[in-house]
């Protein structure tokens, strides 16, 4: 059964560009969740999509945004970015909380 | 709001010997899961074993096994005959399974396995 895929691996902006990064969660898995990975912050939350609607979101600027298709695809989308936005940005599918994440390889940003 | 502490930033351990990490974690609710997750430098966050809280039994997976003190709010991950590919980052992470489900995760203990 296939992963989760992230596109692109990497990635280079510049400061007040803007970004989309895709997820395909696996196939059944209704829920996705976005993380913002910095050495210095940790894992930090973003947001959780179940079935098309927004479920959970985390403290970050509304410059931060993303969305779900029917088929469970997810974007997210940071516009005007800025340096501090360089980080690792991981997706996590789920079929619900006992089975836990499973979790793509993310998509390395580098702001510059 | 829930918060998961793991006070170890950096350990290491000699390989084939055994190595306990340490998670503690804050919460009102009586319902949730708790997590073990390794993220090799490859950066791939990997499942290693998951706890359900009203399951008094410790979960097993092969070499690795937790420690969970319920009322202690404490999940600790033991990792026996530590092996080199065991080096990574080991994250705990708190799964609320209430209206929001939301799921919080520890600041990550680095393992280094020194052959």
């Known amino acids: 059964k296939a992963g989760v895929t992230q596109t692109p691996r990497y990635l280079i902006k510049t400061r007040g560009q803007q970004v989309t990064l895709s997820c395909s969660p696996i196939s059944g898995h209704r829920s996705v969740s976005w993380y913002q990975q910095t050495p210095g912050q940790g894992l930090q939350f973003l947001f959780e999509?179940?079935?098309?609607?927004?479920?959970n979101k985390g403290n970050f600027p509304g410059r931060f945004s993303g969305r779900q298709f029917s088929n469970s695809r997810s974007e997210m989308n940071v516009s005007t970015l800025e340096l501090g936005d360089s980080a690792l940005y991981l997706c996590?599918?789920?079929?619900?909380?006992?089975?836990?994440?499973?979790f793509g390889s993310g998509t390395r940003l580098t702001v510059v | 709001a829930q918060t998961v502490t793991q006070s170890q930033p950096e350990m290491s351990v000699q390989e084939a010997e055994t190595v306990t990490l340490s998670c503690t974690y804050d919460?009102?609710?009586?319902?949730?899961?708790l997590f073990w997750y390794k993220q090799p430098p490859s950066r791939q966050m990997i499942l290693v074993i998951r706890q359900e809280a009203y399951k008094q039994q410790n979960a097993t997976e092969n070499r690795f096994s937790v420690n969970f003190q319920k009322a202690a709010k404490s999940f600790s991950l033991k990792i026996s005959d530590s092996q080199l590919g065991d080096t990574a980052m080991y994250f705990c992470a708190f799964w609320d399974s209430g209206g929001y489900q939301k799921v919080t995760f520890g600041t990550g203990t680095k393992l280094q396995v020194i052959p």
């Open positions: 919460t009102s609710e009586s319902n949730y899961y």
């Open positions: 996590a599918s789920s079929a619900g909380p006992p089975l836990g994440y499973t």
């Open positions: 999509y179940f079935s098309e609607t927004q479920r």
